[in-house]
C-alpha cells in the first residue's frame, strides 16, 4: 500500500495554496497586490484554504499504477445486475 502513496500528493498541493494566498496577505511586513482592491481584507486564509482542497482533491484523483491514492481503479467496472433483474442500456 504504501508503494502507490507518494509524498507529492500533499506536499506539492500545500505550496501552491501558500502560493496562491501570497497576493491576498495583508500582514505590516508584506501587502498583496490584491488586498487594496478589496479594501484592505486579507482573504489569504480563505483562497488558501479553498485552493488547498481544490488541489489536493486533484492530486488525489491521479492515478499510479492504475490506481488513485484511495486504491479505486483508475477506470469503474461495470456493475453487473442481480439475476432476474434487467438494466435498460443507454
Known sequence: ?????????????????????IPFIDQTFYTGPL???????????????VAGFVLYMIAMSIPIGGKTALGRPQVEPEVESAPGVKIASP
Open 35 to 49: 488586498v487594496k482592491p478589496l479594501g484592505g481584507v486579507d482573504i489569504s486564509w480563505v483562497v488558501g484554504g
Open 1 to 21: 500500500m504504501l508503494e502507490e502513496v507518494s509524498w507529492w500528493r500533499g506536499l506539492i498541493p500545500y505550496a501552491l495554496a501558500i502560493g496562491c494566498e
